[in-house]
Structures are given as structure tokens and as C-alpha cells.
């Protein structure tokens, strides 16, 4: 940040300037003037340093004597390009005072950063009234744009459509000259998708307690997987003899009740 503050040039730092909120259209014409005006003097070879900030509008000002101070005075801005369709020529510009104080920064090609001065007024930009039919035909013509869909044809390289269109009776099949296609392994039923039989109500329990046994806390898939049972019959079990964890850290398990705890620890001490 030192060496910027050290490179910066502040000679037009406290000159007025004006900030202009412009429409998309006249910023780009300016911009096409600008570049027309550079190109135009490089060809001609006249000027070794040409002007790349030609004169690309001129502003108006109305100015009644007899007005009061509370009347704002009247800004009107006229391009000078002539030749943009309808692009509308002339613009009103409504002047606020009341802003964030701002100041315009500047940067050259060469990297040199410059203030250019402090922002006096702001000004909003809208159509004068002598352009609101060209402005009309201008946003008809951008909604008609706007509606046309640009389609792309791509023209390929292999025009055997074989590969690209199913045959009657031949659904995934490729042709004879066309790439090998892999065949495809058949997918292996889910175990919950299998019929499961029911056990014993007293085996299953002892499975469960074994299970109980090897870890504390089980979760209901898991058992499911181990006991291969189903899942409204294993709830059964586990709604007798279990208790549901909803929170703390074994959130969705089941663990024994304090009562078949001891009686499975008092069954390994015997």
C-alpha cells in the first residue's frame, strides 16, 4: 500500500468532477467513437498522437434568470453521433446532490494510477421527450431479439445412424461395424428386497442378546443384517427388550434395558 500511496498522482485530485449513470447503449457508442476516432487518426497518419477522448456528446444547460433558487436547473445532453438507428439522440439529466462523497481514479496502460477528481454532482440519464418514439422502436427491437433463439447445426464426422436410432426388436443392440458393447452384469437383489422368514420368538431373542454381547449399541439396519429378520417383526423384539437412543452420542441405536443387562451379566458369571 506504501509504494501505491507513492505512485499516485494527485494533480487533478480536488477538480469537480461529474458522475453519470448512462445506459448501455450510449456507453457503448462512446466507446465505438473512441475506438473509431483512434483507428481513424493512426491510418491517416496526420496526428503522431491522437486524441483518444474525441468530443462524443455536448451538454446543455437552461438557464432562467428569473428563477427561483428552489427550481433546479435543467441539464440535456445530445450526442454526436447521428448515424446509431434509433438509438435516441438526446437525453434529460436529473442532477442529485445528495450522495456518498466519491472520488474518479484513473490507470493508464503503463500501470500509473491517477486521481481525477472529486464527484460534484451525479446525474441519472433517461430519454428527453423529443426521442420517445426511437426509443420505443429501440426496445421493440431488443424484445424482438431477445425472443429469437439462435440454433446451431453440427454436422458429424460418422454418418452411420445405426448407433443413434433403436431398431424394432433390436432395443440396445449396435450394428456389426459399430464398437463392441459390454455386457451388462445383472444387478444382485438388496437383502431388504429378499423375503425374510421369521425365527422363533426365544431364538431370535438369544440371538439378540449374543448380539448384545459383542457391542452395546446396535442400530436397527445393522441388526436387520445380522439377524435377517424382518424389519416390523425385529421392532417387536427390540420395543421389549431394548431401549431407543434420540439423543447423545449413540443417537439411533438400541441398547438393552438396565433389567436384561444384569440378567446377561449374572448369566456369563454362572
Request: glycine residues 6%.
Amino acid at each position: 500500500m506504501a509504494e501505491e500511496g507513492k505512485n499516485l498522482e494527485t494533480a487533478k485530485a480536488d477538480r469537480s468532477v461529474w458522475l453519470m449513470k448512462c445506459p448501455t447503449v450510449v456507453s457503448r457508442a462512446w466507446q465505438e467513437a473512441a475506438a473509431a476516432g483512434v483507428s481513424s487518426s493512426d491510418a491517416a497518419g496526420a496526428n503522431p498522437n491522437p486524441n483518444p477522448n474525441p468530443v462524443v456528446a455536448k451538454v446543455v444547460v437552461s438557464l432562467d434568470p428569473l428563477r427561483s433558487e428552489e427550481q433546479p436547473l435543467q441539464f440535456k445532453m445530445e450526442m454526436a453521433q447521428t448515424d446509431n438507428g434509433n438509438t435516441p439522440k438526446s437525453y434529460s439529466l436529473n442532477m442529485f446532490k445528495d450522495f456518498v462523497p466519491m472520488c474518479v481514479f484513473s490507470e493508464s496502460n503503463q500501470g500509473k494510477l491517477a486521481c481525477e477528481g472529486k464527484v460534484g454532482h451525479k446525474f441519472d440519464m433517461e430519454p428527453h421527450s423529443d426521442n420517445l418514439v426511437n426509443y420505443g422502436k429501440l426496445c421493440r427491437e431488443r424484445t424482438t431479439k431477445s425472443m429469437i433463439k439462435n440454433r446451431k447445426l453440427m454436422v458429424l464426422a460418422n454418418d452411420n445412424g445405426m448407433s443413434m436410432r433403436p431398431l424394432p426388436g433390436l432395443v440396445g443392440l449396435m450394428s456389426s461395424s459399430g464398437p463392441k458393447q459390454k455386457e451388462k452384469k445383472p444387478i444382485p437383489a438388496k437383502p431388504s428386497d429378499m423375503k425374510r422368514t421369521r425365527r422363533d420368538r426365544r431364538e431370535l431373542e438369544n440371538i439378540l442378546f449374543k448380539l448384545f454381547e459383542r457391542q452395546p449399541n446396535w442400530s436397527l439396519k445393522n441388526l436387520m443384517q445380522e439377524t435377517d429378520q424382518p424389519e416390523q417383526f425385529l421392532k417387536e423384539i427390540l420395543n421389549d427388550l431394548c431401549v431407543y437412543n434420540k439423543r447423545g452420542p449413540n443417537q439411533g441405536t438400541h441398547e438393552l434395558k438396565p433389567e436384561y443387562k444384569k440378567s446377561t451379566g449374572d448369566a456369563d458369571a454362572t
